[in-house]
């Protein structure tokens, strides 16, 4: 990932309604599935920490480790004020069996430095504690390609049946299994073909701030999303996939 992608993610992420809306979803599930006693007491690891936004989020629910490839991912995440963060390779991180309550796996698996994402998620399974909790996102739709996946390392766009086939391979049972952002697929779509006929090759991140309006009324939007998302609706078709699923 180019280093300006990691500059503008700590600058704008704990603002943007992208994240906030992703924020909010894991929240509210975790919220809902969580027991009163249980909270304060998990351990939990951010494969893929980036710039530390979910392991801040998380910290309120127990002990949360993150890893990231990047440098420059790991130096934002200590600046953020994260203690558990180190440089690592997830293509080589080999946990304790049955270590972690909740592992959270968002917008990693699809970047070209993952080798096998089959193998990654073999052990996600393998750290998780029995009824453990895998949370992951990630871009929906090779057709969907376009100048940003070049700036963010993107290998591929994923297809919900198959991941989730692959996941229930592994041995996970499917708790939600959903497209998201349906609004941003159509979006995306119009850029791709503008993208094609201009062909722009601009070298700055897509993620910049928004008019306050427009940036909560995109969230108040994608909050009621979230609503669906959580009462088990599967959505048809979005720019990202969504999944949660226990061991």
């Not at 027991?35 to 936004?53: E, P, S, V, W, Y």
Request: hydrophobic share 40%; aromatic share 14%; proline share 2%.
């Amino acid at each position: 990932m180019e280093k300006y992608e990691y500059d503008a993610m700590y600058k704008y992420e704990n603002n943007h309604w992208w994240y906030l809306v992703l924020d909010d979803l894991i929240k509210k599930y975790l919220d809902n599935k969580i027991n009163d006693d249980k909270i304060n007491t998990l351990h939990i690891f951010d494969a893929g920490c980036g710039t530390g936004r979910m392991i801040k989020l998380l910290s309120s629910y127990g002990e949360v480790h993150g890893i990231d490839f990047s440098e420059e991912a790991v130096n934002f995440s200590r600046k953020r004020g994260c203690k558990n963060v180190k440089k690592e390779d997830l293509n080589k991180w080999n946990p304790k069996n049955e270590k972690y309550d909740v592992i959270t796996c968002l917008d990693v698996l699809y970047h070209s430095n993952i080798k096998d994402d089959l193998d990654v998620m073999k052990v996600f399974y393998r750290a998780l504690k029995s009824d453990g909790i895998l949370i992951m996102n990630v871009p929906a739709f090779d057709f969907l390609k376009r100048n940003h996946d070049l700036k963010v390392s993107t290998k591929k766009r994923y297809i919900k049946k198959i991941l989730k086939n692959n996941l229930k391979k592994i041995g996970f049972k499917i708790e939600i299994q959903t497209y998201r952002l349906p609004l941003l697929f159509f979006v995306i779509s119009f850029k791709k073909i503008i993208e094609f006929f201009l062909k722009s090759t601009d070298e700055t991140s897509e993620l910049k701030e928004l008019p306050t309006f427009f940036n909560r009324l995109l969230f108040f939007v994608h909050r009621l999303e979230n609503r669906i998302i959580l009462s088990r609706v599967s959505i048809p078709f979005g720019s990202s996939v969504f999944v949660v699923c226990r061991k």
